[in-house]
């Protein structure tokens, strides 16, 4: 069998191998060339999988029956034509929930390095958007912090979260963050959910966070935000990026106005990246018909038990996080990208994004550290 794999992808020959020869490319470099004689394709989020690429690589090599499986090693899917694969009688799969604990604690770390002593008070207020994997995850971690927290999701209910509609949580939250998948052209789509009139019903100190898929929040939107406040003097809203609209190329107008800015790396730890093949390994037998063999079990490093369940996770974050948390070097490592582009404006070159991402040392979660939730 011939498996093509984005190189992003962790453990693909411990999982693979045994099924047959392994590939990989640069996940924005597989063409219909690369997969003329493949049967299964393993994708992460950068690799844009239609119909229309399956059956320009069969028309390469007609004798070849095409890609029969797709698995994506991530929790969003909007880079899949799922539909369209499934109706030409594809199998896709993807890894629902696999780094939502990562997302989880890189949003509590942000907000603790952005504003620190709000964050620390016993009022603050946490609005999340998308009640999923990660916004569950996200009101776990909340609650454990003593914040309240507000949320928004018009298709799931849950008993321990409060739940309010997205305008009635904008103006009551000190911080709002967003973890939806990215949808249009249908009821409640999420393209643009966090436009000109969702910041302006914001508190000018709310800050906002955005890890799920870039174009959710309008770049427009914040650029007039932020020129709003720069106009009348004010501070302008701290605002936490790790994923952009018009990812992977990030102007220096918007880079410059953030308090955060990381390369798409919320979901990076080596806990979430390797969950994440794991969950397509096991989808990828079941299309196979045959049992998974295969673990994490042991897999994983460990490392040494900086949590003490004596203490709160309060308490312990703010020391702790320095030795855990990459989140300033990211955000640094970042920023010294900056380069002029061919417009004669200063922007991150897709080309260093994507060598940050693949080069990325993965976080690890704090579980690993003996934070036992
Ligand atoms: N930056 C990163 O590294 C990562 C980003 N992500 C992104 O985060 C997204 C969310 O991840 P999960 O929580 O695991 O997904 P999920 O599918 O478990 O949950 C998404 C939730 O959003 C809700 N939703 C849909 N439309 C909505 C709307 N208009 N308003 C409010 N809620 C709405 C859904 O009902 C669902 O409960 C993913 O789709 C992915 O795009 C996920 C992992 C890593
Ligand atoms: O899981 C998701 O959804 C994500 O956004 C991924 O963590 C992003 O990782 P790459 O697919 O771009 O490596």
């Known amino acids: 069998?011939?498996?093509?794999?984005?190189?992003n992808l962790s453990l693909t020959d411990y999982f693979f191998s045994s099924f047959g020869e392994v590939t990989a490319y640069a996940g924005r470099g597989i063409y219909a060339e690369n997969l003329k004689v493949a049967d299964a394709l393993l994708v992460r989020s950068v690799t844009k999988v239609t119909p229309k690429l399956l059956q320009d690589a069969t028309a390469l090599s007609p004798t070849h029956q095409r890609v029969k499986f797709v698995g994506s090693a991530t929790i969003g899917m909007d880079h899949l034509d799922v539909e369209g694969l499934r109706a030409m009688g594809v199998i896709v799969a993807n890894a629902p929930g696999c780094n939502a604990q990562a997302v989880a604690e890189y949003v509590v770390t942000a907000i603790l390095m952005v504003q620190p002593k709000r964050a620390l008070s016993d009022s603050f207020t946490l609005g999340i958007v998308g009640l999923g994997n990660v916004g569950t995850r996200l009101n776990r971690l909340a609650k454990r912090l003593g914040w309240r927290v507000i949320g928004v999701d018009p298709f799931v209910t849950h008993a321990d979260i409060e739940q309010v509609t997205l305008a009635e949580m904008l103006?009551?939250?000190?911080?709002?963050?967003i973890h939806v998948p990215l949808t249009q052209h249908r009821a409640n789509a999420t393209y643009h959910l966090m436009d000109e009139q969702a910041l302006a019903l914001m508190k000018p100190d709310t800050i906002l966070i955005n890890t799920a898929r870039g174009p959710v929040v309008k770049e427009a939107a914040l650029l007039a935000d932020f020129n709003l406040s720069q106009s009348s003097g004010e501070p302008i809203r701290s605002v936490v990026l790790d994923v952009f609209e018009h990812e992977p190329r990030i102007s220096n107008t918007l880079l410059a106005n953030l308090a955060i800015a990381t390369p798409h790396i919320a979901g990076y730890t080596l806990e979430g990246k390797a969950r994440g093949t794991e969950m397509v390994y096991q989808a990828f037998?079941?299309?196979?018909?045959?049992?998974?063999q295969l673990t994490l079990e042991g897999m994983l490093p460990s490392m040494p038990k900086l949590f003490d369940q004596k203490y709160s996770l309060l308490e312990q974050l703010p020391q702790l996080l320095p030795q855990i948390s990459s989140?300033?070097?990211?955000?640094?490592?970042?920023?010294?990208?900056?380069?002029?582009d061919s417009s004669g404006e200063q922007s991150i070159d897709?080309?260093?994004?994507?060598?940050?991402r693949r080069d990325y040392p993965l976080r690890r979660e704090w579980s690993s550290y003996g934070d036992q939730g």
Do not use: T
Not at 171 to 177: G, H, L
Not at 350 to 356: G, K
């Open 285 to 292: 037998c079941q299309w196979q018909g045959i049992k998974p």
């Open 1 to 7: 069998m011939q498996i093509v794999v984005d190189e």
């Open 171 to 177: 103006p009551q939250v000190d911080a709002v963050s």
């Open 327 to 340: 989140m300033h070097a990211d955000d640094l490592a970042l920023r010294a990208c900056l380069k002029q």
């Open 350 to 356: 897709p080309v260093d994004f994507d060598r940050l």
